[in-house]
């Protein structure tokens, strides 16, 4: 079992930064860790992977401007987010499972979401 909370999220004008974290709460086994977002009518959408060992992954649209990292002594996960555009507004969710972590499905641990505005 695993509880994230997000903290983070806020209003930024277009170009901006903002720096989202993950708090994890685990025992034992080691997870897949991600982050998507959500805006109201489209699906959830994968943003940033990280694998316990460092690997990451990115949506083509994130290539380049956010970073995902991990704090393993602290237990939490970072999302930063660089020259950051009005398309980027949404909820933003922590999520964790096991398995394969070179894809954004199956993940089934969620956070309760952080919102981010960015304003043009």
């Known amino acids: 079992q695993v509880q994230l909370v997000e903290s983070g999220g806020g209003s930024v004008q277009a170009g901006g930064s903002l720096r989202l974290s993950c708090a994890v709460s685990?025992?034992?086994?080691?997870?897949?860790m991600a982050w998507f977002r959500q805006t109201p009518g489209k699906a959830r959408e994968g943003v940033a992977s990280i694998s316990p060992a460092g690997v990451t992954g990115y949506a083509d649209s994130v290539k380049g401007r956010f970073t995902i990292s991990q704090d393993n002594a602290k237990n939490i996960v970072y999302l930063q987010m660089n020259s950051l555009e009005p398309d980027d507004t949404a909820v933003y969710y922590c999520?964790?499972?096991?398995?394969?972590?070179?894809?954004?499905?199956?993940?089934?641990?969620w956070g309760q979401g952080t919102q981010v505005t960015v304003s043009s």
């Open positions: 685990r025992v034992g086994i080691s997870y897949c």
């Open positions: 999520a964790a499972k096991t398995g394969v972590c070179s894809v954004f499905s199956a993940y089934n641990y």
